[in-house]
């Protein structure tokens, strides 16, 4: 079945500084790719997608990258702020040859320093 | 408008005891997702409804674990004889549409975090 690493599991940036999460994905028929964003508590929230016909998609200051030959996908934030800290998981989505399975990464724990 | 919904937020249950989390997805979406997450971890699938059929329930951990949507609406996940290792928080999630390849946006729910003793 479908699996999906995510790396690195900590990463702490100075506010301002880019930050970067990579994602790799084991299935090739898997066709979306989102990220989520969960604080403390909360539910998991969607922040961008990106479909497997899309190599490069950008929100402001969010841009998500996908390499399908590689297998990779990964996701850009510049410009940290302190409220970028979060967790942020990656995920990998089969559709309906998968079942609709979703496969979550582990997640990436942000810390942006003032 | 309104969003995902879950009840209860928090539940305790003696090891043993069954449990059931509900989930009030948004009106009218059609796909709706349960999901597992343990503390520091990512969510994991359990089971997936498309109106009232679950097309897929291949995360279920064991026979304990059973889902339901009988109307298409609201859905139930229920837990038998609760276990330590099911403590965990449980999420549901939606989306509008199946799009025949399930790639829509899930809207999640706050969770509900179960504590078995």
């Known amino acids: 079945g479908e699996n999906v690493e995510q790396h690195p599991s900590t990463l702490s940036v100075q506010e301002g500084d880019s930050a970067v999460i990579k994602c790799t994905y084991s299935?090739?028929?898997?066709?979306?790719f989102p990220w989520y964003k969960q604080e403390l508590g909360k539910r998991p929230q969607l922040i961008i997608d990106?479909?497997?016909?899309?190599g490069e998609k950008k929100d402001q200051r969010i841009a998500v990258t996908l390499n399908k030959t590689a297998k990779h996908f990964s996701l850009h934030i510049t410009e940290t702020q302190p409220e970028d800290s979060a967790v942020y998981f990656c995920?990998?989505?089969?559709?309906?040859?998968?079942?609709?399975?979703?496969?979550f990464g582990a997640g990436t724990r942000l810390f942006v320093k003032a | 408008g309104a969003g995902v919904s879950q009840s209860p937020r928090y539940k305790v249950a003696k090891r043993g005891q069954d449990v059931a989390l509900r989930c009030d997805p948004i009106?009218?979406?059609?796909?709706l997702f349960w999901y597992q997450q343990a503390l520091g971890q990512g969510p994991e699938f359990l089971t997936y409804?498309?109106?009232?059929?679950?097309?897929?329930k291949s995360g279920l951990p064991s026979d304990r674990f059973f889902a339901e949507r009988p109307e298409g609406s609201v859905s139930t996940l229920k837990i038998q004889r609760t276990q330590q290792e099911d403590s965990a928080v449980y999420l549901c999630?939606?989306?509008?549409?199946?799009?025949?390849?399930?790639?829509?946006?899930?809207?999640f729910g706050p969770g509900t975090r179960l504590t078995v003793l």
């Open positions: 409804f498309q109106n009232e059929a679950q097309l897929d």
């Open positions: 009106s009218g979406h059609v796909s």
């Open positions: 990106i479909r497997s016909n899309v």
């Open positions: 999630a939606s989306s509008f549409a199946s799009g025949g390849s399930g790639t829509d946006t899930q809207y």
């Open positions: 995920a990998a989505s089969m559709g309906n040859t998968g079942g609709f399975k979703t496969i």
């Open positions: 299935d090739s028929a898997s066709n979306y």
